[in-house]
């Protein structure tokens, strides 16, 4: 079964604006991760987030997670119509047979207009 | 350019036909996977690979199997292919740590007809 659930499904925006994408998990992690997919094309890893910190930063693009909540959002700034895409958020299991293999939730998929 | 290099990119079968997808990557990785993603999901493992010589099944493994060749290569292998396995199969290397994410292929697209 899949480990994370994002939300919203679908989001559009205007060229500028900001998007913010949730992502909830439901056991303990290592670590979360952010990737994009471009249509047709493989993921792209944007950005990991390790168990015990809380925000992390790269560019335009601000991670959050919540371990008491088991939530994480990914915040994309001043977006730009590149910027559309699907984003998936994934969890690394923080030990036993979840260990190091990474479980993906059901993306998000982004349209940024220009 | 370093990466992972999937082939081949596109494939149909016919239902019962076998084949091999085939995975390399060459930045010394001693972690490879197989995912498979299909329309409106997330990408669910098929296998994967801890290191050289190991391999276990991952979510959804039934008619699927692999072989880690070495510890570049990693291929995934279609005994009797079925239409449920029409999909976008993904390989993706790691590094033991978990430090840097996960690097992708850029996709096989199977039909099976």
Not at chain 1, 10 to 21: D, V, Y
Not at chain 1, 97 to 112: A, P
Not at chain 2, 46 to 53: L, R
Request: proline share 3%; glycine share 10%.
């Amino acid at each position: 079964s899949q480990q994370g659930e994002e939300d919203p499904q679908a989001l559009s925006i205007q060229e500028g604006e900001n998007a913010t994408m949730n992502c909830s998990y439901k056991t303990s992690i290592n670590n979360l991760q952010w990737y994009r997919q471009n249509s047709g094309r493989g993921l792209v890893h944007l950005i990991l987030i390790r168990s015990n910190e809380r925000e992390k930063h790269s560019g335009r693009l601000r991670v959050t997670l919540d371990t008491s909540k088991k939530s994480s959002s990914l915040l994309i700034t001043a977006s730009r119509a590149a910027d559309t895409a699907s984003y998936f958020c994934a969890t690394v299991g923080a030990g036993g047979t979840s260990y190091g293999k990474l479980t993906f939730g059901q993306g998000t998929i982004l349209t940024v207009h220009p | 350019n370093a990466g992972v290099t999937q082939t081949p990119k596109f494939q149909v079968l016919k239902t019962g036909q076998s084949m091999t997808l085939q995975c390399a990557q060459d930045m010394n990785h001693n972690s490879m996977y197989w995912y498979r993603q299909d329309p409106g999901m997330g990408l669910r493992l098929i296998y994967y690979s801890a290191s050289e010589g190991t391999t276990d099944k991952g979510e959804v493994p039934n008619g699927y199997n692999v072989s880690r060749l070495n510890k570049r290569e990693f291929s995934l292998r279609l005994e009797s292919a079925a239409p449920s396995q029409t999909s976008v199969y993904f390989c993706a290397s790691s590094d033991v740590g978990q430090h840097y994410g996960y690097t992708f292929g850029s996709g096989t697209r199977l039909t099976v007809v």
